[in-house]
């Protein structure tokens, strides 16, 4: 039995918006599980999360960003981001599906991991997405990742976790 091999991962206009964040931001947020910037020159990005059933019994997220041109109420905030250019990377995770033999015939396990890991030769079904993206601008960063919440993103400050983060994703 062969694997189905899949992607859902950031569209065009998401890293259109993505790119965006490159520009000096006005103020940014966490707020209902999206991560919202208002850039001095206007408009808001807004990162979230799209949920989308890839086969039956394999659901997956993605996260993506759009671009609101209208400037958004998100408070002033000042940040390492205001006024330097900013430098943006994206990550991708993989999820796969194996069988659960011991739950019937029809059943199976969804795992993730980042890429790079081995993929059991049990998987019936993989899928790499995209799961985060890492902002950094004289040497200051911040990672917007997946949360473990479905549906919503998570942001990491601490200096200490953002090197983990970069480390275990081989970026420094």
Not at 68 to 82: H, I, M, Y
Request: hydrophobic residues 45%; negative net charge; glycine residues 8%.
């Amino acid at each position: 039995m062969s694997r189905r091999d899949y992607t859902f991962v950031a569209d065009t206009d998401s890293l259109e918006a993505l790119r965006r964040l490159r520009q000096g931001w006005a103020g940014w947020e966490l707020a209902e599980g999206e991560f919202r910037v208002r850039l001095r020159e206007g408009g808001t990005v807004r990162a979230h999360v799209d949920r989308a059933e890839i086969e039956p019994g394999f659901e997956v997220s993605a996260l993506v960003a759009d671009f609101l041109p209208e400037q958004s109420a998100l408070p002033l905030r000042d940040s390492a981001f205001t006024s330097h250019p900013n430098e943006i990377a994206l990550f991708r995770g993989v999820t796969w599906l194996e069988p659960l033999p011991s739950a019937g015939p029809d059943h199976t396990i969804q795992y993730s991991g980042i890429p790079g890991i081995e993929i059991p030769p049990t998987a019936v079904a993989k899928c790499d997405f995209t799961d985060a993206f890492v902002v950094t601008a004289d040497g200051a960063a911040l990672v917007v990742r997946l949360a473990l919440k479905p549906g919503w993103l998570e942001v990491v400050e601490e200096p200490e976790a953002v090197a983990r983060f970069l480390e275990l994703r081989g970026y420094r």
